[in-house]
């Protein structure tokens, strides 16, 4: 299958789901005129027939909200829930950080309407932000609460039996089980962790990953907002692609009309960014209207681009720092057409 009949089909997915009769109804799928089918019908008419007023819309979006308190996370929240884990001090003055991982089972409603039978860290989709500091012992447990064999591999320096790869002793974990994972932190940077059990992609686009930061010992320079994207997919019919993309688990979650971020003119952002996605090659970050200073992999403190696109590999990622010079209102999305129409797309409202 060609990449254009692909798009085709996922597009149709979508249109199949908006006449009733492909797997989700239109009411299940709270998909309106002005929402998708006035996206998807432009792409083809090149003209917007139905939909809302001129000039309040430019991109597909659905209508409506998940049910973030029954999904148990809400990705505005997750944009700055660091965890420093259970914080103490070993007898050699090195200072521990513990953490519990458990993988289980979890129903997600990804957009109203549409639920994704996901698989979980603590719930969550991506699981929590580990962050600790260059030097530091880290000890994780995971937890299998699962039907289905899974682990927890790290990016970082570490030996090989806690890499979570091959067998039990190294931490591929059988449902009931449990595994702890402990090493010190290093390099610094921006990390990530995932399950590493086989079908590999499957079990990382069910939903279990996660941001692993490893603060350098003297700290970054200071900046006002600090906040994490993990960018990643779902492919709700199992076909091996993607039917939806985002940002923190819920696609067009950070949509101008849903939960845009804010910020202030002249305030200094920092963004983790990961990308995590499977079955597509690649990902992207743009930013409107600004350009950011980039530091691939956050392993130095210099940075090695000052631009305002990046692409990434599955597993690449990078810290971008900037600021908004002009009040206004902001988008940021995957510079892949058909990603940001998926849900691969956010907004900053930038106050002066
Ligand atoms: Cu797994």
């Given at each position: 299958?060609?990449?254009?009949s ?6 149709g997915f979508?249109?199949?789901g908006?006449?009733g ?5 239109a009411?299940a ?6 929402g998708f089918?006035?996206?998807?019908e ?12 001129p ?6 979006t ?17 944009l700055?829930?660091f965890?420093?884990?259970k ?35 603590n ?8 962050r600790?500091?260059?030097g ?6 995971m937890?299998?609460?699962s039907?289905?064999?899974?682990s927890t ?14 067998d039990?002793?190294?931490g ?5 089980g ?8 290093e390099p ?27 603060d350098p ?9 600090e ?8 492919d709700?019919d199992f076909?091996?692609a ?8 819920i ?18 952002v920092?963004?983790y ?13 743009h930013?409107?209207?600004n ?5 691939p992999?956050g392993?130095?403190?210099?940075p090695?681009e000052?631009?305002d696109?990046?692409?990434?590999m ?5 810290i ?16 892949k ?12 409202e930038?106050s002066?």
């Amino acid at each position: 299958m060609t990449e254009d009949s692909q798009a085709i089909s996922r597009r149709g997915f979508v249109r199949a789901g908006i006449g009733g009769t492909g797997l989700i109804g239109a009411a299940a799928l709270g998909i309106t005129q002005g929402g998708f089918a006035q996206g998807v019908e432009s792409l083809g008419a090149g003209t917007h027939t139905t939909g809302p007023e001129p000039g309040t819309h430019v991109m597909p979006t659905v209508v409506g909200e998940v049910d973030h308190a029954k999904n148990g996370f809400n990705p505005t929240a997750m944009l700055t829930d660091f965890d420093g884990g259970k914080v103490s001090t070993l007898p050699s003055g090195q200072t521990l950080r513990e953490y519990n991982l458990v993988a289980q089972n979890q129903t997600i409603e990804i957009v109203p309407g549409v639920e994704f039978a996901a698989w979980t860290y603590n719930g969550r989709i991506p699981g929590p932000t580990i962050r600790v500091t260059e030097g530091d012992r880290v000890r994780i447990t995971m937890v299998n609460a699962s039907d289905h064999p899974h682990s927890t591999h790290f990016h970082g320096v570490h030996p090989g039996l806690v890499d979570g790869v091959f067998d039990m002793q190294s931490g591929v974990v059988q449902p009931g089980g449990r595994h702890t994972y402990e090493f010190d932190a290093e390099p610094f940077g921006l990390h990530l962790y995932h399950c590493h059990t086989a079908p590999l992609a499957k079990h990382i686009a069910k939903g279990l990953y996660g941001t692993f930061i490893i603060d350098p010992k003297g700290g970054r320079p200071a900046v006002d907002r600090e906040m994490v994207m993990v960018m990643a997919g779902y492919d709700v019919d199992f076909d091996g692609a993607n039917d939806f993309y985002l940002v923190n688990g819920i696609p067009f979650h950070y949509d101008h009309g849903k939960h845009p971020i804010t910020l202030r003119v002249g305030e200094k952002v920092r963004v983790y960014l990961v990308n995590i996605l499977e079955y597509d090659i690649a990902n992207s970050f743009h930013l409107h209207a600004n350009f950011f200073h980039y530091f691939p992999t956050g392993t130095s403190l210099t940075p090695a681009e000052f631009t305002d696109t990046i692409a990434l590999m599955q597993g690449q990622r990078g810290i971008l720092e900037f600021s908004y010079k002009h009040p206004g209102r902001y988008m940021f999305h995957a510079h892949k057409t058909e990603f940001a129409e998926l849900g691969w797309t956010g907004v900053f409202e930038v106050s002066a």
